[in-house]
């Protein structure tokens, strides 16, 4: 469920970015707003596949990724979005503990997959 309301909050941000801001705001924050949308739709088609493997193996593990993913989107993506509609700079400094939190939930996505394929 988190997969399938993150990837449609993803594609109505970048018809939104595409058909809403395109002349609105800057080609820079224009690209700082898409690599929000790129990171939020492949996370959100990795919650989806999160699912899938925990149907499959099932271990806490994949939640705690799946937690990991939705914390990454919300601070990597989120921080994206704000920058970008406000152009205030300080919030780019949220952006890195979400790309921490994405790295972390593929840590923990790469262990649990070992130990349950093993």
Excluded: C, K, N
């Excluded at 595409?18 to 224009?30: E, F, K, N, V, Y």
């Excluded at 999160?50 to 799946?66: F, T």
């Amino acid at each position: 469920m988190a997969g399938a309301i993150s990837a449609f909050v993803g594609v109505a941000a970048g018809a939104f970015g595409a058909h809403g801001l395109h002349g609105r705001i800057s080609p820079d924050l224009l690209e700082v707003f898409d690599t929000g949308v790129r990171y939020q739709m492949i996370h959100a088609l990795a919650l989806v596949a999160l699912a899938a493997l925990a149907g499959r193996w099932p271990s806490g593990a994949w939640g705690a990724a799946g937690w990991l993913f939705v914390a990454g989107t919300v601070m990597f993506s989120g921080s994206l979005y704000a920058l970008a509609l406000t152009g205030i700079r300080w919030l780019g400094a949220v952006t890195p503990f979400g790309g921490v939190a994405f790295l972390a939930g593929w840590v923990v996505v790469a262990v649990t997959g070992w130990h349950s394929a093993g």
